[in-house]
């Protein structure tokens, strides 16, 4: 079944249109990953899907209920997520205080004290730095930060946009960990990476997107065998 | 100019700041019209001119003041200017009116400042507060048991400030001891000054301040609970606003005025007397009026006297204005308002010296003159009542 | 050095009429991150409100405080959107569009009040502007007039109700969080618009209230916003600006400062000195006395 | 495109020229000459706020401190007029200066307050001290020649607008402040001193604006503090600025014009209806923030420039070409 | 061998008790490009900051071309020869695209018109001639990272710190900003980068300098870098690259 449909939408920075007419779905439990040149209209895709920004037409479903148009607060409150490019973490607030702003949806308040446990778990880094503000913290754990925040709103759908983006080598495997230990959670993920030999390592599916359309798409296997793909985005 | 009505200028502030005053002046202005009109106008060599007023808002700025003249003089060629509520405006707009040679009487601005300047052109039927303050201060050491010592405050404005001074060098005449003189800012809260004076505990407290602030001190003075044996502030509390603000914690305080409904005026000069012309305001603005107002009223008379005497008609040449003001400078008339006469050298120059300044209290809500004593109407009330048992 | 005690006294309950000026007034600037200078004119028509109301019902001022909150929060709520759509104005400086919108704002408010209201001052009668405190017994020369301690009470009641609301609720996590980023709050489940009406309407509701509580221990009038938007200013800016915590003792110092400087040195230099004060620590700590504000 | 706008300027400054000559109503004349004053005090105090981004609150007193040091200079030490003057725009220079290097280490909002704080402060100073005449003011000699004033606002006005103009627009004064006002740490990276910059920036702003306030003691002879020293100055700039478009020089000035015809007309003609006006004005101001962020001249002048700038293209052809599916070849690198 | 053009003398930097940069010393050649790589946090950025003016360090020296400049401000440092990006791009987003680039031209070119053409040629040389009129906000994230290189050169610098100007950048963006920094190598210009792609750093770089904890953990030849166990377990991980 597929959680996330996306059927034919475009949209526009005032007069500069960034996509045009995109459509692909995600199923549950899936990886999916975006790949693409910069510029292409990766965070726009993802930023539209959340109702960050707005549609110019085509429709959204989430889990079989319309989601275009809906704002952001909504949209997340059905379960859909996005860890966001640049991590965007509330600076002055603790990391815990960060982690519990992730739980301040009902949905989520409840059992926020149980995930909070977990995330520890996870990252026993964020563990060690609760009281720490969060524009101190390095990036990588300002990435783990995000990523938690993101995991205390108990979401069936994380969108990361690009969470290695200006990490140490060390912690981008740590993230490329942790993002496939989610999946085998169970979590639907949608993954948007630069880091394209990675990605199409862990990825079930992948779309490529150029100019703001989708121009290819296929298993992260035969994408990387594909010698097109190979040249634009793996380089060398 | 060929009219057949008089077209009067009037340049006072009805925004900004002084708002207040302004309204209070401009109401004074036109209550003289509304009456000079009912009667048919102005009365010259037996024709009946009436008049108009032409309203120009010195935005509580003196040069929109100055502009205002200007504007008046040129464009609406005005016969002459019924001027400001505050002497800052007065003072920039004087040189104006002097260059265009066009009379003003301001009934209101009563710096000092003003007059020392000696302004060919300009006249005030307010007499100046150094001239008045005195009064009031003779009026509480007459009072037995007589007060000792006086504490004297000031806002720091023109007026304000020239207020408190010249209590002061009053107190200083009548051997008061000064305990304190201070000077504050505008518009601020006083408590902590007023906690200093009660350590004090001065007899007399002397205030000279602006309308809000005089609601401010009453309410400061009660909240720390001293009662001084007698309150001293200026005309502002004979408005009904002021007592209705206060309600019966305006009782008993005493001001600095020149006139009030109840004074013992004649006048053959539209309204006989201040009673009637406490009920026409009253009438007007369901407001008895103070002595800004009053006066305002009154400069209205001054220039109708004038103009009745020289015989001048509505559209004066320069010639006219010059005869104009040297019958201004000449008149000396009872009115509602009392005896205007202007000075014509000192330093009160062009002021207004006819008045006997009196010393008001407010009593049950209502104005009672309470010295000197040829105009006494009720003996004052002293010590003062405390707040607490009020 | 008999009279510090009362100058101490009167520093405090002054520095409590500024916590009430000031505070919801930081809260939406940390918030909202706007420059209101309308807020004197909020305390204006709260006073005035409170006026007639005890006017017409002859019933004490202090007991429409809830009314007067609720009445005004909703004007807060209505007009939030206007302001948030300034503020999130890509085009120009809308730190400065914010401020240039709330003075045209005051403006209009001043107009409308004094073709309303009049141009008279007045004052609101409560059974508390009675009373006082004499501290006689315990040995110190020091009145505290009921007024004035209400006051001062119903400034940390408020303070504390804020600190709580923004420290231990829920609600108050997400505007702390859309004070912070806008976007990620929304990823969060804030809902930023609600969020920041709410914020809105409690600081006019706030500010309406202290209305009438100025009006009750001092005067009210049309035109008497302008000076309290100063005070506002100025304790918000010496608390660091959006920093809620540090309102209080701001507040507190400006009190203080007023009431020595009135007691024990030339009291026509009480302004100039609060300038300079507010000018010196500006350079000495640039975000305030804590060096916390945002 | 800029021949046409240095005719219509061209023409503009004939034309006030010769205005006197036609028109013999002293108080157009008047009006006029108020009205060049605002010009010359929103294009000011634009060059530190619209340019540099510093929104100073304290404008105001650059204009009182000219007015005092003219009124102090002639009336108590007999200075004739011409002496006084040039004295007026360096004392506000030299307050700009001292000011000037604890407060614009200060940020937005606090840097508005500080400014506004010190205005504050020096207006009280004023208010106190003997040899301002405290709140009574002070009277100049009176010297009422409506022309004289008119061409002495016009040239004052008229050169700082050539001067700043030629700084701002032509020379790489101008586009440094604005580097500086886009963000003061990356400018630095550039070989810019921010703290240089801004200093020349204020100084700038406040030499004509002092130099006005001293022609405004003479022409309106009387100053006092609580209105040459008041908000008024500040706050109206700020208005006119904004109306009118920050950072350009023609957007104050037409904000100037049309915030002060609008106050002019109003005032002198619909003088009924004073309250009216401040509720207009208000709203006017608020509704204008609104729809026009970008001021008049701004959004005059941007949309066209919009509309003529370059479509926002794909990556330049260096770029991989376009993926027309999955399999298809690219060339390059 | 000829006086290196910087030499970073025990270089510390504290903030508050947090010590960020930790008795660093290295020097770097004329004409070399110079890696430096270290975990999130590790201090290179701090480091970038001090040699660029941005910080007065809290011990020891920073020499540039003989000078000690150790705090000296980033204007005096852009004057004699210190270009530098921002990890953080700082273009100034109100102003297009080539006003940017002139303002940093105004360094050597002090009369506007010659500081335009000057940024056009900048503009050409770094690809974004054709966005010259764009306004600098508009631009994706390969176009400000260009940018902040355009701006950097515009200055006419000796030495170049560019912070992450590769991050975040496609495999193929990322290949023209290396053939970008080979060409700017190739004309003479000495060169301090940080970055964390391995790709790039490894293949570029004449030299590396590992930072750990604010630390110097290693320095050497990105072959003997790469080889050596602290700066596996620190910074590489288990399969490194
Ligand atoms: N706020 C904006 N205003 C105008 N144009 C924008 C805006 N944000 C993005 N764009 C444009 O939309 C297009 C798509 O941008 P987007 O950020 O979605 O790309 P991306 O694929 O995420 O790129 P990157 O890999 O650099 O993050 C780009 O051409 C970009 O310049
Ligand atoms: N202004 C500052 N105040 C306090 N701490 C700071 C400041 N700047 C940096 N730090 C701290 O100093 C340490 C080093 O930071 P720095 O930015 O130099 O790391 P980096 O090596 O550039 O990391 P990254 O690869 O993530 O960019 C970090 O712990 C950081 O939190
Ligand atoms: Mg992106
Ligand atoms: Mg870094």
């Known amino acids: 079944m597929n959680l996330l449909d996306v059927n034919g939408i475009s949209v526009n920075y005032g007069d500069i249109q960034a996509l045009w007419n995109i459509s692909f779905s995600v199923a549950k439990g899936q990886l999916v990953a975006l790949i693409g040149a910069n510029g292409a209209g990766k965070t726009t895709t993802l930023k539209s899907l959340c109702g960050l920004i707005p549609t110019a037409s085509g429709t959204i479903h989430y889990d079989g209920k319309l989601v275009t148009g809906m704002p952001v607060h909504k949209v997340v409150d059905l379960g859909i997520t996005l860890v966001p490019e640049g991590r965007q973490l509330f600076p002055k607030m603790t990391v815990e205080e960060n982690l519990l702003v992730g739980a301040y949806l009902k949905r989520a308040h409840g059992k926020r004290a149980q995930t909070l446990k977990r995330i520890y778990e996870i990252f026993p880094r964020l563990e060690e730095r609760r009281t720490q503000t969060a524009e101190t913290l390095s990036g990588g754990e300002q990435q783990m930060v995000a990523i938690g925040r993101a995991l205390m709103q108990d979401p069936q759908v994380i969108m990361f946009d690009e969470p290695s983006l200006g990490l140490a080598p060390i912690m981008v495997q740590e993230v490329f960990k942790v993002i496939q230990e989610l999946h085998k959670q169970g979590l639907t993920i949608f993954l948007v990476e630069q880091n394209v030999h990675q990605t199409l390592k862990v990825a079930d599916y992948c779309y490529v997107m150029e100019n703001g359309r989708i121009v290819g798409q296929g298993t992260g296997k035969d994408l990387e065998a594909d010698e097109s793909i190979r040249e634009a985005y793996l380089g060398f | 100019e060929q009219r057949n009505f008089f077209k009067i200028g009037v340049i006072t502030e009805l925004s900004g700041d002084l708002v207040t005053g302004g309204n209070i002046t401009k109401r004074g202005y036109d209550l003289w019209a509304q009456e000079v009109n009912a009667k048919g106008g102005i009365e010259i060599q037996g024709k009946k001119y009436p008049v108009k007023l032409v309203y120009a808002d010195a935005q509580s700025n003196p040069a929109a003041g100055a502009a205002a003249a200007e504007r008046l003089i040129t464009q609406e060629k005005v016969d002459f200017i019924l001027g400001p509520y505050s002497s800052g405006v007065t003072l920039a707009v004087a040189p104006v009116v002097d260059k265009y040679k066009i009379p003003m009487i301001t009934g209101s601005a009563e710096s000092p400042l003003i007059w020392k300047n000696k302004f060919k052109y300009t006249f005030g039927t307010i007499p100046p507060i150094n001239f008045t303050g005195a009064t009031s201060i003779k009026t509480l050491t007459e009072l037995k048991p007589a ?44 408590t902590p000054l007023l906690s200093a004076v009660r350590s004090m505990k001065p007899d007399v407290i002397a205030f000279g301040g602006h309308d809000e602030e005089h ?49 013992k005026t004649k006048s053959k000069v539209l309204w006989p007397n201040a009673a009637a012309y406490a009920a026409a305001s009253q009438k007007a603005f369901n407001n008895p009026g103070d002595y800004t107002q009053g006066g305002c009223s009154a400069a209205g008379i001054a220039f109708q006297t004038a103009l009745q005497k020289i015989g001048a008609k509505p559209g004066m040449d320069e010639a006219t204005r010059t005869k104009l003001i040297q019958a201004l400078e000449q008149i000396d008339v009872q009115t509602f308002y009392g005896r205007v006469k202007f000075a014509t050298s000192g330093e009160f120059y062009h002021a207004n010296v006819g008045l006997d300044p009196l010393t008001i209290q407010i009593q049950g809500g209502h104005v009672k003159t309470v010295g000197p004593k040829a105009s006494v109407e009720a003996a004052a009330i002293y010590p003062m009542k405390e707040w607490k048992s009020r | 050095m008999e009279l510090l005690p009362q100058a101490l006294t009167d520093g405090i309950l002054l520095g409590g009429i500024y916590i009430t000026i000031a505070i919801a007034f930081s809260l939406t600037y940390g918030v909202m991150h706007v420059i209101d200078f309308a807020v004197g004119e909020w305390i204006m028509f709260g006073a005035f409100t409170g006026y007639y109301l005890n006017k017409w019902t002859g019933l004490d001022p202090f007991l429409f405080l809830p009314v007067i909150f609720v009445l005004y929060f909703g004007v807060g709520y209505l007009i939030q959107p206007v302001i948030h759509r300034v503020l999130s104005g890509t085009k120009g400086n809308p730190f400065l569009m914010g401020l240039v919108f709330t003075f045209g704002l005051a403006i209009m408010f001043r107009g409308l009040a004094l073709t309303a209201f009049g141009f008279y001052s007045n004052s609101i009668p409560s059974a508390f502007s009675e009373g006082s405190f004499d501290l006689e017994p315990l040995g110190l020369t020091v009145t505290i007039p009921t007024v004035r301690l209400v006051g001062l009470a119903y400034a940390l009641a408020i303070t504390l109700i804020l600190h709580y609301l923004l420290k231990k609720t829920n609600f108050g996590l997400g505007v702390r969080a859309l004070a912070q980023h806008k976007d990620a709050a929304g990823l969060m489940g804030v809902n930023s618009k609600r969020t920041g009406s709410y914020v809105y309407g409690i600081y006019v509701g706030i500010s309406a209230m202290t209305g009438v509580l100025l009006g009750c221990i001092l005067s009210i009038g049309a035109q008497m916003g302008n000076e309290y938007t100063i005070f506002a200013f100025f304790v918000v800016v010496l608390a660091g600006m959006g920093y809620l915590a540090g309102v209080p003792w701001a507040a507190l110092l400006l009190g203080l400062v007023q009431s020595i400087f009135m007691i024990y040195f030339n009291p026509s230099h009480t302004l100039l000195a609060v300038f300079a004060i507010l000018y010196i620590i500006l350079l000495i700590s640039p975000r305030g006395l804590f060096g916390k504000g945002v | 495109m800029k021949n046409r706008g240095a005719t219509i300027l061209a023409i503009i400054g004939a034309a006030l020229l010769i205005l006197p000559l036609v028109v013999h109503d002293t108080f157009v004349l008047r009006v006029l000459t108020e009205g060049v004053m605002w010009i010359g005090l929103a294009i000011a105090f634009d060059v530190i706020a619209g340019y540099t981004g510093y929104l100073n609150f304290g404008h105001g007193a650059f204009f009182g401190i000219g007015a005092y040091t003219i009124g102090i200079l002639m009336m108590q030490a007999n200075l004739p007029f011409w002496a006084a003057l040039p004295a007026g725009g360096v004392a506000a ?113 406040a030499l004509p604006t002092g130099i006005l306030g001293g022609i405004y003691a003479y022409w309106i002879t009387f100053i006092d503090p609580s209105s040459t020293l008041g908000d008024l100055v500040s706050d109206q700039a700020v208005v006119m600025v904004v109306f009118g478009g920050m950072g350009t020089l023609f957007g104050p000035a037409l904000g100037a014009i049309l915030i002060f015809a609008f106050k002019t007309i109003f005032w002198a003609y619909l003088s009924d209806f004073q309250l009216l006006y401040l509720i207009i004005l208000g709203a006017l101001i608020a509704i204008s923030v609104i729809f026009i962020p970008n001021g008049l001249w701004g959004t005059m002048f941007k949309r066209k420039a919009d509309a003529t700038r370059p479509q926002h293209q794909p990556e330049p052809a260096s770029e991989p070409a376009a993926l027309s599916a999955v399999a298809a070849p690219e060339e390059g690198n | 061998m000829a006086e290196p053009i910087l030499k970073v003398n025990s270089v510390t930097k504290c903030f508050g008790g947090l010590t960020a940069v930790d008795d660093v010393s290295f020097s770097v050649e004329k004409g070399e490009i110079v890696g430096l790589i270290g975990p999130n946090g590790a201090g290179k950025t701090t480091l970038f900051n001090v040699i660029s003016g941005y910080y007065a360090p809290t011990k020891g020296s920073v020499v540039f071309q003989g000078n000690d400049i150790s705090g000296k401000p980033p204007y005096h440092l852009a004057g004699v020869g210190i270009g530098r990006t921002f990890q953080v791009v700082k273009p100034f987003a109100g102003l297009t695209v080539l006003e940017n680039v002139t303002i940093a031209s105004f360094l050597k070119h002090p009369k506007k018109a010659d500081a335009e053409r000057h940024a056009w040629q900048v503009l050409e040389a770094t690809g974004l001639a054709d966005r010259a009129n764009v306004s600098a906000a508009g631009l994706t994230l390969a176009g400000r990272k260009r940018l902040e290189i355009s701006k950097a050169l515009a200055l006419e610098p000796s030495f170049l710190l560019l912070d992450e100007v590769v991050a975040g950048l496609n495999p193929t963006e990322a290949d023209r900003t290396v053939e970008l920094i080979m060409k700017l190598k190739a004309q003479g210009l000495t060169i301090l980068i940080v970055e964390h792609i391995m790709r790039v750093i490894m293949n570029i770089s004449d030299r590396l300098v590992v930072l750990n904890f604010g630390k110097k953990i290693a320095e050497g030849t990105p072959a003997e870098v790469s080889s050596d166990p602290h700066v596996v377990q620190a910074y590489f991980g288990e399969e490194a690259a």
Not at chain 2, 227 to 245: N, Q, S, V
Not at chain 4, 105 to 110: E, F, Q, T
Request: aromatic share 10%.
């Open chain 2, 147 to 190: 007060p000792k010592t006086i504490a004297i405050i000031g806002s720091n404005d023109a007026f304000s400030k020239a207020t408190a001074e010249s209590y002061k060098a009053a107190a200083e005449k009548a051997k008061l001891k000064i305990v304190k003189f201070s000077i504050v800012p505008s518009g601020q809260d006083m």
């Open chain 2, 215 to 263: 609601v401010k001190f009453v309410k400061a003075l009660k909240q720390i609970g001293y009662t001084p044996k007698a309150l001293l502030m200026h005309c502002g509390i004979t408005d009904k606003a002021f007592i209705d603000a206060v309600g019966k914690d305006g009782d008993q305080i005493f001001g600095t005025t020149c006139w009030t409904g109840t004074a």
């Open chain 4, 93 to 205: 220079a030299v307050v700009a200066l001292i000011a000037g290097i604890p407060t614009l280490r200060l940020k937005g909002a606090y840097f508005a307050i500080a400014t506004w704080a010190l205005s504050r402060a020096i207006q009280q100073l004023a208010l106190n001290v003997e040899f301002t005449g405290g709140p009574d003011g002070m009277r100049l000699e009176a010297f009422l020649n409506p022309q004289f004033f008119y061409y002495l606002m016009l040239i004052t006005v008229g050169a700082t607008f050539a001067i700043l103009w030629y700084l701002l627009e032509r020379a790489p004064f101008g586009l440094k402040l604005k580097a500086i006002r886009e963000d003061e740490e990356g400018a630095k990276a550039l070989g810019l001193n921010p703290t240089k910059l801004k200093m020349q920036s204020f100084i700038l702003s």
